[in-house]
RNA sequence: CGCGGGGUAGAGCAGUGGCAGCUCGCGAGGCUCAUAAUCUCGAGGUCCUGGGUUCGAAUCCCAGCCCCGCAACCA
């Protein structure tokens, strides 16, 4: 049996989950269940950073443990997932010191063996406010611009990872899609990236300045593992890297990580990079989405255009959520939520298109009383062909186009005039086409592609609306 | 000389050389199985501006204006 991993981001647990998480993971379980349905053995993780010296800077804030705060923050993100109706299989913590520090150990000494990991001093303007180097760029008349202070200027010997070493390869792993970076756009800027010349990159900070939070390095007492050299370990040592090879054998490579145009690099540099100098598989695909916007604007709290995704799936439900930013929002470009928008699409598509459609077909089957035959348990090519470059917008698109031809069919035919065989027939033929529409609708919408392929199934009975109306308020 | 994305009907977008398209919304008509849903037809565009190349440009070139991101050890 194929099997199919898949991994989501590794977010930051400093933070609320937001509209593009919820993007993410609609994405990735979409994928999942796709594959599930080719029927394959997937596996799907998340989980959450935690290694970071603003986690400990909150948790100080507001005077708790930082144990406490981070148990906390990860639950939050963990909820978010059955909040959105999805099953993970994996949530992996970065604080996990039985699961997660071996692995990360292992990875550091691998790379360390193949002379990758170094120590060298780095020395830059360092803002004890923000407790983060500056640039010379992000200072103002030489002061911090948060703080109005000016940075000490502070030397620190770290390790280093040896990137440089890996340009050459990694170009060539990108352009022969060995390693295939999705969508094209996010590709090539990749691909310029690396041509302007990759830097070593620090891979450690002294215990101090990360208090003492952290994977220790291996032989050094005094450094702490730092941050990407850390949480991207997960995707790892969430399936047993360091502690249980069988289980780590079964899984890795992961088949895709899905990500956010942000940390792009860390994923499509750094990461192949590692896993390269310890000499260990590289992840097949990379998919990267972009931003949502509000109103053409990011999202920031001061314009008062934040849209929390939590909210709407409340009000609207999960799918409605789930169909609005598979189908809206583009693969390579930033997207657009408004609320104006959502209920224009949840009535034109949900509402008025699929509800409606499989309302109508329901009915013709009572009043006719048509049992429905076995749906078929196959996917349109066309929608494979989207799967391949993960093109949720356009293969929703495709299904609706769908929708349209059966209601136009509906509408010459005009069942309601027919009686005996020739009814029968007709609408027979009409379940159907519901019923192809359900099953390939399954990944995207799992919920409502349920009901409906459990409404026509033998005895076909009109129900309640799949999606209500919204009455405009 | 930092890098990149974008400016096409009221809104959201597709369209990379050949009569300007899609979805939503809007208007008119038809149908009655359906969630005032569906179906048909229609109105609506200086394709940011100014030059240029071409038989022909939204599409290629040059200049400019406007909007939005990113600017590597920071998620």
Redesign the pocket.
Known sequence: MNKFYLTT????V??KPHIGHALEYFQADTVRNYHRLLGEETLLLSGA?E????NVQKAEEEGIKVEEFLNRNSKVFEKAFSDLGIKLDVFQRGSDKIRHWPGVQKLWQLCFKNGDIYKKT?G?YYCVGCE??K?E??LVNGLCPEHQKKPELVREE?Y?FR?SKYQNQLTNLIETNELKIIPE?KR??TL??IK????????S?SYQRAHGIGVPVPGDKTQII???FD?LDIYMTGIGFGINEKEWNKWWPADLHII????N??HT?YWPAMLLSAGLPLPKEILIHS?I?S????MSKTLGNVIDPFEIANKYGVEALRYYLLS?I?L?????FTI??FL??Y??????????????????SQ?NKIKAPNPEQVFDNKLKEYFKNYQFSEAL?YLWTK??EV??E???R????LSGNEAKLTILNLIKEIQYIAFNLQPFLPQTAAKILNQFSGHIE?QS?????IKNS
């Open positions: 981001a590794i977010p930051y400093n933070g950073d290694n970071a010296l603003k780095y830059g983060s180097f640039t760029k992000e770290n280093f990137l756009n090539a800027e310029s990236f302007s010349g990759l830097e070593d990159f620090s891979i900070r730092y941050v990407w949480a956010g145009k942000d940390i690099r860390f540099v931003f916007n109103g053409g604007q990011k809206q583009p390579s470009e930033d997207g657009d104006d928008r224009e699409i009535t034109a598509d949900l509402t008025n298109g699929l509800g409606n459609l499989a309302a109508r077909v329901a009915k013709l009043n698109a929708v349209a209601n136009r509906i509408n010459q005009k069942p309601w005039e009109y609306p799949l999606f209500p109306r």
